[in-house]
């Protein structure tokens, strides 16, 4: 492939990720942003494992830099620099990033599904077990990280339906954009 090529690819898969980051500032159900079908987006689509990883996550920070020390500044004391839990919510958009990479197989209808709903529940399983460690509300036992699951079903729903309306949006438009240049087999490099 030409340089030309592959300057207009990561141009276009760059620039929907950082676009996928802005519906965590507009109006949204709990956990209904593009997020989770960037990161998949990242991890099907670019073929160096770096940019795959270091996109999203970067976009993902400097979205929650705005929003921790803008939008809910009131919340925090001082500047935040990292999101209270981060390192379970990023945990859970890096897994998706390599669920991207490994389970989905080019722009199949199937396969991408069911990527956005392993991703959404990996997602949840990880950040719920972490709220349930962290919050003086659950008991410490098992019957304290089911309540914790169980608080948590409104937030799966939303991010299973997120993923999915995004990952349609986000992948239709890279297809559109993509599709010229390149045969759809060839858009999801394995390494």
Avoid: C
Avoid at 182 to 190: M, S
Wanted: charged residues 10%.
């Amino acid at each position: 492939m030409n340089s030309s090529f592959m300057n207009k690819r990561l141009f276009a898969l760059s620039s929907l990720i950082v676009l996928a980051m802005i519906t965590r500032f507009i109006p949204h159900a709990p956990n209904f942003t593009a997020v989770g079908a960037a990161a998949l987006l990242g991890g099907a689509l670019f073929k160096d494992s770096w940019k795959a990883f270091l996109i999203p996550v970067i976009t993902l920070f400097l979205s929650d830099l705005i929003l921790n020390n803008v939008v809910y500044a009131q919340f925090y004391d001082g500047w935040v620099w990292l999101t209270p839990g981060f390192s379970l919510i990023y945990g859970g958009f890096i897994l998706s990033v390599l669920i991207g990479r490994y389970f989905t197989r080019g722009f199949k209808v199937l396969s991408l599904i069911g990527a956005g709903l392993l991703s959404a529940v990996v997602f949840y399983l990880l950040t719920n077990a972490g709220s349930w460690q962290a919050s003086p509300l659950y008991s410490k036992d098992f019957s304290g990280l089911i309540s914790a699951y169980v608080a948590g079903l409104p937030f799966l729903l939303n991010q299973v339906l997120g993923t999915l309306v995004y990952g349609v949006i986000l992948f239709g438009t890279a297809w559109v954009l993509l599709r010229g240049e390149i045969k759809a087999d060839h858009l999801a490099v394995r390494q």
